[in-house]
């Protein structure tokens, strides 16, 4: 069974940066994206940034040049650089990882890191 756990959450205060860690329990090699999603009290879990196995990233709007996802297969972990960070970024982050295996797909996510950003 393949365990992600994230860490790197905590208290921010508004224009400070973090990065979110997301240690895999077996190569990321295999995982062909891994992404991080985000929810907030009350509402809906929302997805904030993918990357693939061949590097390429893609962001939610509200993170875009804020954030930077990336991932490393030899450490088998993946990282959320978020930087210029707003009260709105307050959420649980979850760390998420999918693999392909000709018509399946399997999926996996971590327990979540809680980020507060405020005054």
């Known amino acids: 069974q393949v365990q992600l756990v994230e860490s790197g959450g905590g208290l921010v205060q508004p224009g400070g940066s973090l990065r979110l860690s997301c240690a895999a329990s077996?190569?990321?090699?295999?995982?062909?994206?891994m992404a991080w999603y985000r929810q907030a009290p009350g509402k809906q879990r929302e997805l904030v940034a993918t990357?693939?196995?061949?590097?390429?990233?893609s962001y939610a709007d509200s993170v875009k040049g804020r954030f930077t996802v990336s991932r490393d297969n030899a450490k088998k972990t993946a990282y959320l650089q978020m930087n210029s960070l707003k009260p709105e970024d307050t959420a649980v982050y979850y760390c998420?990882?999918?693999?392909?295996?000709?018509?399946?797909?399997?999926?996996?996510w971590g327990q979540g890191t809680q980020v507060t950003v405020s005054s």
């Open positions: 998420y990882a999918e693999r392909r295996v000709l018509t399946w797909t399997y999926d996996y």
């Open positions: 990357v693939t196995d061949g590097d390429r990233a």
């Open positions: 077996e190569t990321t090699f295999s995982f062909n994206t």
